[in-house]
């Protein structure tokens, strides 16, 4: 049993009240944490953007003494907290914080129907999406990683497409 198998395990029995079981709702509410996650970091780098230019330009402090340095980083801090950046790295924390335990949950969580496993490939398709280099020019391109890319997404295009011809039939 992986790490991840046993903690998502420890979860679910910890408070069987209060998780949600299906595949899908686990997922839909990843999501919607991420598209938070998403507009919290751009908003980050709105406020980033709008702070001094000493505070975004470490290279300027190339030949400058130790306290001087030590005094625009402390500048820096104090810049950042009132700009709210503190804040935004709190809500970025929390939310990667309950991103993991769901998907701890959906680790240890069985798919009932073909939908949920449709939900839960189509998740993991869009978070390889986000790690995955698929530039062949870009220096962390690793051809093994895209070309599993590649077929993970084949895979789920498959599956959408078998599941949409289902649904047409039924109907």
Do not use: C, K
Request: charge should be negative; hydrophobic fraction near 40%; aromatic fraction near 4%.
């Amino acid at each position: 049993m992986s790490f991840a198998e046993s903690r998502s395990q420890a979860l679910l029995e910890a408070d069987r009240s209060t998780v949600i079981t299906n595949s899908i709702l686990l997922t839909r509410r990843i999501r919607e944490l991420q598209r938070r996650r998403q507009a919290l970091v751009s908003r980050q780098e709105q406020v980033r953007a709008q702070l001094p230019d000493w505070a975004v330009e470490p290279l300027r402090l190339v030949g400058m003494t130790n306290e001087e340095i030590r005094g625009l980083v402390d500048d820096l801090s104090t810049a950042e907290a009132e700009a709210g950046l503190n804040e935004i790295d709190s809500g970025l924390e929390d939310i990667d914080r309950q991103v993991e335990q769901l998907e701890n949950v959906l680790v240890a969580t069985p798919s009932n129907s073909l939908d949920e496993i449709e939900a839960v490939i189509g998740l993991t398709v869009d978070r390889f999406r986000d790690i995955i280099v698929t530039d062949p020019n870009d220096v962390f391109y690793d051809h093994g990683e895209a070309r599993f890319l590649a077929m993970l997404e084949r895979v789920y295009e498959d599956l959408s497409t078998l599941m949409q011809r289902s649904r047409l039939d039924a109907s």
